[in-house]
């Protein structure tokens, strides 16, 4: 049963070869959104500690957020705290804003994909059919094709 399984995994992935290009575009643009996330949460805690003097439950002592005063520390030095609260604000908008835009990407990539291969599927299967003796499509009840 494993061998019918790998061989029709193989199958599948011979249909799916013609789209590898945007399977590729889609696992890259998901990979990035997914890393924005993360930005995100990192953008938010300088700018809730800013704001409020604390992170809460997202400023967990320790190393994240040493990395995150070391990465943001360059674009935020010398400026006023309007200053600051405006780029923090504009850092986290902007990660959303292109998180969300790669997001939608690459659903609308995986949607082209599976509209397509079931487009190829569903036109072998009709040639397959066309191809059937008639004597066949005869003998054989609908719902057995």
Do not use: C
Not at 22 to 29: C, E, F, K, N, Q
Not at 78 to 85: D, E, H, N, Q, V
Not at 93 to 101: E, F, S
Request: charged content about 15%; glycine content about 14%; overall charge positive.
């Amino acid at each position: 049963m494993a061998d019918a399984g790998r061989s029709t995994a193989r199958r599948l992935v011979g249909w799916l070869w013609p789209y590898r290009g945007r399977v590729a575009l889609g696992i890259a643009a998901t990979t990035l959104a997914s890393v924005l996330d993360g930005a995100t949460i990192l953008f938010l805690i300088p700018l809730l500690r800013h704001l409020f003097g604390s992170a809460g439950a997202l400023a967990a002592p320790g190393g994240l957020e040493r990395l995150v005063d070391q990465l943001l520390g360059p674009l935020l030095t010398g400026l006023t705290p309007a200053g600051i609260t405006v780029r923090l604000v504009a850092l986290l908008w902007g990660a959303l804003l292109l998180k969300n835009g790669l997001a939608y990407f690459a659903g609308l990539a995986s949607v082209r994909v599976q509209e397509g291969l079931v487009r190829d599927l569903r036109g072998a299967l009709f040639e397959h059919l066309l191809r059937l003796d008639l004597g066949w499509l005869e003998r054989t009840r609908g719902g057995q094709v």
